[in-house]
């Protein structure tokens, strides 16, 4: 059975139109990590985790254009995705690493994001991540994330990737990519509930916490370190 790097490996090339395909709402989702920043933030470092072909990278920019962006990936296919999109941006350090075994420096960023990418680790090491994000952050550093998540009940859990199911094939999914996603959610997928997200991140240190949004299984997640 393929691992998670080599999932993504084989979609690097048509990442991004089999995600806008599958996730609901997927340009919305990304908005919303935006919707509650200040006027006045202005973060000079930030990482992305999980990056993927850069769709988060993009709207990060867009913000944030003088910032200096740390991007993370797993996949080395992705990466070069990625890397390949903004190759002209001196401003992005691209990074290849696990999240059980990444090692971020200690209070360098002022914003951590991540999109669509957490829940591919168990939920020890969902808390470690939540911790090693939390030490390398500054104070009032923030940590904004979207992810997948687990009904409170089976019922729920369900209902939610029947919904799911409907609109992915409305949006140009084929039954062939669903089972494609299906597989790999099966094997490799970790999803938690929201009350465990908030509770965790508070445990990892940081002192306000929010769901900002949710649609089906996809919530965006802040926190903020003070």
């Known amino acids: ?3 998670v790097e080599e999932f993504y490996d084989q979609l690097s090339s ?6 806008k395909k599958c996730v609901p709402r997927y340009d919305e989702l990304l908005s919303n990590m935006f919707l509650y920043l200040q006027p006045d933030f202005k973060p000079l470092r930030i990482l992305d985790l999980g990056c993927g072909t850069g769709n988060l990278t993009q709207r990060i920019l867009e913000h944030f254009p003088d910032a ?3 991007v993370l990936d797993l996949s080395e296919d992705i990466l070069h995705e990625c890397m390949n999109r903004f190759d002209n941006k001196s401003n992005i350090n691209y990074l290849q690493a696990d999240f059980k075994s990444m090692n ?10 991540s999109s669509i990418a957490i829940h591919h680790v168990e939920d020890p090491f ?5 911790t090693d994000v939390f030490q ?4 009032d550093g923030l940590f904004i994330f979207a992810d997948q998540t687990r009904g409170i009940t089976d019922e729920i859990y369900f209902k939610n990737i029947e919904c799911w ?7 140009g999914s084929t039954e062939e990519n669903w089972k494609m996603w299906m597989a790999h959610q099966d094997a490799h997928d970790f999803h938690s509930p929201v009350g465990w997200h908030l509770e965790n ?3 990892a240190g940081f002192n306000e916490v929010d769901l900002l949004s949710k649609y089906l299984m996809w919530g965006v997640f802040w926190a903020k370190k003070i």
């Open 1 to 3: 059975m393929e691992n």
């Open 14 to 19: 048509s990442y991004t139109d089999l995600i």
């Open 68 to 70: 200096k962006i740390d």
């Open 104 to 113: 971020l420096p200690g209070g360098t960023y002022d914003l951590v994001m």
């Open 126 to 130: 969902k808390f470690k991540l939540y």
């Open 136 to 139: 390398s952050l500054k104070m």
């Open 165 to 171: 199911k409907a609109e992915a094939l409305k949006l």
């Open 201 to 203: 991140l508070q445990k």
